[in-house]
């Protein structure tokens, strides 16, 4: 399953972190994210994920970023699987 342009977009400032959280409502398995900039000279690397199963069945992701850019970045996600 892979998801272009995931989730509303947010701003980072330059050298600040960011975290994202998101749950799918069933268990999709491995999935991956990535920064999507939205603008020029958006450098966003990323720093963590990883994921949770919940009691309930679903499974919680969750990555950070580092924004590593001159300035601030307008951003979303790319998230993918293996599958």
Known sequence: M??????????????????????FHDNPGVQYAMANPQSPDGQLITTYEGNILNDDGTNTYYVGF???????????????GLT
């Open 2 to 23: 892979a998801h272009n342009n995931f989730l509303s977009p947010v701003w980072v400032n330059s050298g600040a972190p960011v975290d994202w959280w998101y749950t």
């Open 66 to 80: 580092q924004n590593n850019g001159p300035q601030a970045c307008f951003h979303n996600l790319n998230v993918g």
